[in-house]
């Protein structure tokens, strides 16, 4: 069973997209802040992370660069979430994701899954 680390601030989104993605088969792990979420990805060894960009303790971006400090957990794809969504915003983000998946709240979750799968696909042709 593939397992996917969600990281968001916001409980309501954190329990609708677990029961979501636990519906789909998936194994879930949730993190309210970035420093659970390190903790938890460096524990659980996640399958992919669902990354909110904006929380109160650390930025999403900064989680994700202390991530790919280790080698158990560099690797990790990860799949970035926004509330605030303009050109400027999108361009900001994605220069320092990587140029990683974003995806805007309120979420398609149909296509969030879609990515998901197609996510899991590339990491096991690896």
């Known amino acids: 069973m593939k397992k996917i680390l969600i990281v968001d601030n916001e409980e309501d989104f ?10 789909e088969g998936y194994s879930v792990v949730k993190a309210t802040n970035g420093t659970e979420a390190i903790g938890l990805a ?52 994605r220069s320092k994701t990587n140029g990683d998946m974003i995806f805007v709240k309120p979420l398609d979750a149909d296509k969030l899954l879609e990515q998901i799968k197609k996510l899991l696909c590339s990491a096991a042709a690896l």
């Open 14 to 23: 954190l329990q609708m997209l677990d029961k979501r993605l636990t519906t």
């Open 42 to 93: 460096l524990l659980q060894h996640p399958d992919i992370i669902i990354l909110d960009v904006l929380m109160p303790d650390m930025e999403g971006e900064e989680v994700a660069a202390k991530l790919k400090e280790y080698s158990p957990t560099k690797n990790i794809p990860m799949i970035y979430l926004t509330a605030l969504f303009s050109k400027a915003d999108e361009e900001k983000i």
